[in-house]
């Protein structure tokens, strides 16, 4: 199965705010396709579509990913869907007794996909496990983690399109830099990017330069607290959100993104008129396995 540019176009939605004139939008990739959703879809999107148009005598795909990845659940159902067998590298070697308990984990089984764990000492060195990887299975496409890649940053260019060019921001979260990266390469030269970090990793600036030389996006903590880690405050924000716009929002990536946005707005970081244009980028399968751990600590849940 090739990936297809959907018909009809990603639609944006205002996000009324009263402040200064500041225009918010949100636009809507997490309606891109049911199981392998936003940025994972334009990520892979060339990735696979490349590789099928090979037509690889042994077709394969690899991949890596932690135990709620959205890109491992996304590459599972790219082969579900294709008919293609498909192989997690699982960072957690204590997670293999207890894939059972973790919906993303169990999604990626019930699309077929075989799971490997590895230590997190051997998921730091992915760059031999690929190497053995590709000389074991020649054929195979190995795909990184996240996603990011050239090919990647190709997928992510069409995330932006004549409707975006009204937008004096274009906000998205980052955790391995693919999709900042494109967004950065791609848009127009007015335009800035703000990238929100998710994950506590100093060297993510010169990851994405390494994909893009072009030095027009910022990057803004986001973590509260760490990459995976979820606050009182977030789950509040998340379902507040939700209630107010009817936008679901996941607690990792977008739901981070978004209430820090609301904070630089309630700063003063927008100038007067702006146009503010945040991805979502997808992940709704993560809010299962979040809640599990809020119900374990007798914490509120993302509704």
Same mark, same amino acid.
């Given at each position: 199965?090739?990936? =297809?540019?959907?018909? $009809?176009?990603?639609?944006?939605?205002? @996000?009324?705010?009263?402040?200064?004139?500041?225009?918010?939008?949100?636009?809507?990739?997490?309606?891109?396709?049911?199981?392998?959703?936003?940025? &994972?879809?334009?990520?892979?999107?060339?990735?696979?579509?490349?590789?099928? $148009?090979?037509?690889?005598?042994?077709?394969?795909?690899?991949?890596?990913? /932690?135990?709620?990845?959205?890109?491992?659940?996304?590459?599972?159902?790219? /082969?579900?869907?294709?008919?293609?067998?498909?192989? *997690?590298?699982?960072?957690?070697?204590?997670?293999?007794?207890?894939?059972?308990?973790?919906?993303?984990?169990?999604?990626?089984?019930?699309?077929?996909?075989?799971? =490997?764990?590895?230590?997190?000492?051997?998921?730091?060195?992915?760059?031999? +496990?690929? $190497?053995? +990887?590709?000389?074991?299975?020649?054929?195979?496409?190995?795909?990184?983690?996240? %996603?990011?890649? $050239?090919?990647?940053?190709?997928?992510? &260019?069409?995330?932006?399109?004549?409707?975006?060019?009204?937008?004096?921001?274009?906000?998205?979260?980052? %955790?391995?830099?693919?999709?900042?990266?494109? @967004?950065? &390469?791609?848009?127009?030269?007015?335009?800035?990017?703000?990238?929100?970090?998710?994950?506590?990793?100093?060297?993510?600036?010169?990851?994405?330069?390494?994909?893009?030389?072009?030095?027009?996006?910022?990057?803004?903590?986001?973590?509260?607290?760490?990459? *995976?880690?979820?606050?009182?405050?977030?789950?509040?924000?998340?379902?507040?959100?939700?209630?107010?716009?009817?936008?679901?929002?996941?607690?990792?990536?977008? /739901?981070?993104?978004?209430?820090?946005?609301?904070?630089?707005?309630?700063?003063?970081?927008?100038?007067?008129?702006?146009? @503010?244009?945040?991805?979502?980028?997808?992940?709704?399968?993560?809010?299962?396995?979040?809640?599990?751990?809020?119900?374990?600590?007798?914490?509120? +849940?993302?509704?």
């Amino acid at each position: 199965m090739l990936l =297809k540019v959907p018909a $009809e176009p990603i639609p944006i939605q205002e @996000i009324p705010i009263q402040h200064k004139n500041i225009k918010l939008f949100i636009k809507r990739e997490d309606l891109i396709h049911p199981q392998i959703s936003g940025n &994972k879809y334009w990520k892979l999107f060339y990735n696979i579509n490349n590789y099928l $148009e090979k037509s690889p005598e042994n077709p394969y795909i690899i991949t890596f990913g /932690g135990a709620f990845s959205n890109h491992i659940a996304a590459v599972s159902a790219v /082969g579900n869907l294709s008919g293609i067998p498909t192989l *997690g590298i699982i960072r957690g070697q204590e997670l293999e007794h207890k894939w059972r308990d973790n919906p993303t984990l169990l999604f990626a089984k019930r699309n077929g996909m075989n799971l =490997k764990f590895v230590t997190r000492e051997e998921y730091r060195h992915k760059e031999k +496990l690929t $190497e053995f +990887l590709q000389n074991e299975f020649p054929d195979a496409l190995i795909v990184p983690e996240g %996603g990011t890649n $050239e090919e990647a940053l190709q997928g992510v &260019k069409m995330m932006l399109n004549d409707q975006t060019k009204d937008f004096d921001y274009l906000c998205t979260a980052v %955790g391995t830099g693919g999709t900042v990266a494109g @967004i950065a &390469k791609f848009c127009e030269e007015y335009q800035k990017v703000i990238g929100f970090k998710v994950v506590d990793d100093d060297s993510l600036e010169n990851k994405i330069l390494e994909l893009t030389s072009i030095q027009n996006f910022n990057l803004i903590d986001s973590c509260f607290g760490g990459y *995976g880690k979820i606050k009182d405050e977030n789950i509040r924000f998340i379902n507040d959100f939700k209630e107010k716009y009817g936008i679901p929002l996941e607690p990792v990536y977008t /739901g981070k993104m978004m209430q820090k946005v609301f904070e630089l707005v309630d700063e003063g970081y927008f100038p007067e008129d702006s146009r @503010i244009l945040c991805f979502h980028t997808g992940g709704l399968q993560g809010i299962e396995g979040a809640n599990l751990l809020l119900e374990k600590q007798n914490r509120n +849940l993302i509704i």
